[in-house]
């Protein structure tokens, strides 16, 4: 439900004396909206392609001031989280509205862990899939096919079936993810352990085999929930507004997250952390920065600095500055400091960020921009990329979902700006 109206914004229609006035409402932060929703009735629609300026619902779970840089989960700073927090208490928050106690803490992991198998039925579904097809070909299919398995959990309207596939998702998504990778590897799939963390088990389930164990390191661990944590929600970015949009229609939650996933692969979106790595190994040296970024600037060579701009941040994303600390700390665990895409990757940050046409257009690095020379320095392939992004804001979409299930909802139907032929005859085969 949006706020009392603080004031009204009076439309006049080519200065006719009666004008339309809509509602302005102002949230607890940020900036205030014009209720639009009667216009239609007054025989205007809205036009906002990309929905620059609209705002689709209202929320309490995250906040984004891009212009200073501040992202709030349910009012946290991000740093404070990546500091002080972990991913599952953070999946907590985002679900639940507050912090954990020690006691709500223990518990959440519980069930969580409980939930970490899928169903060994789901393993045959995989063999349907080339060996060679893109993991995020298989994570779309796979979580879309858990509607077919979890039966007992799809009444959407009943808030304990809600909760029961908030777990489920969190729980099973990584590791989905990691039999993605297990089967294009053509390495049997390696059963979840819930002694370990839940990035810990991540890395151990992509990279344990039936006659190795795999040592997770410490540190790797804390960086692989650092991602899955920095990337847990983003209000209602593309992949989040498509778990919405497709929620509003009644769609079980299993397909609006499947959905979600599917709108994330694109490279404007969650597939920007493959592409960095593309175009650094394409850059190869730093003696091509310079023809790289003139290639950027131009409009008409159709290639973009990957991992830099955002829609909303017109400043540092803090998501990045939190990843570039992540990344040197893995690298210096692994003894790779001078990782030569880590140089490079830093050296292009600077020219860009001393560049006029970045700066003019506020262009900055945002999260992908480190995360996938960890990712790689990790040992993850760059398929796998979009995959993990995808894990790390399972529950961000899972909490949006929820939120708008639990409030009134309308299906969300847009509305156009017709620029096609109007009412013709049709003409039939022998007369065009
Ligand atoms: N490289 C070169 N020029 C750029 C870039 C870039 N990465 N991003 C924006 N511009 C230019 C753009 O050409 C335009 O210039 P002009 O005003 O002269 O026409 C201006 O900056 C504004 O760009 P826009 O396309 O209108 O901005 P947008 O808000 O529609 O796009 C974006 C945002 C993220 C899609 C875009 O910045 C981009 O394509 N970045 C590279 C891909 C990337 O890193 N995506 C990950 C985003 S963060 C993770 C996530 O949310 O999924």
Redesign the pocket.
Known sequence: MPPKPTKYAHLSIDGEADAIDLPIYQGSEGTPVIDVAKLGANGYFTYDP?FVSTASCDSDITYIDGDQGILLHRGYPIEELAEGSNYLELCYLLLNGELPNQAQNDEFVRIIKKHTMVHEQLAFFFRGFRRDAHPMAIMCGVVGALSAFYHDSLDIENPEHRRITAHRLIAKIPTIAAMCYKYSQGQPFIYPRNDLDYAANFLHMMFATPCENYEVSPTLARAMDRIFLLHAD?EQ?ASTSTVRLAGSTGANPFACIAAGIAALWG????G?NEAVLTMLRDIGDEKHIGEFVKK??D?DSGV????????VYKNYDPRAKVMQQTCKEVLEELGVENDPLLRLAQKLEKIALEDDYFVQ?K?YP???FYSGIILKAIGIPVEMFTVIFATGRTPGWISQWNEMISQSYKIGRPRQLYQGHSQRRYVPMDKR
Request: glycine letters at 16%; charged letters at 25%; aromatic letters at 8%.
């Open positions: 990309g983003h970015n490279p404007a979106h969650g920007a950027f600037k409009k973009r600095l990957m991992g830099f701009g955002h829609r257009r262009l945002n999260v992908d």
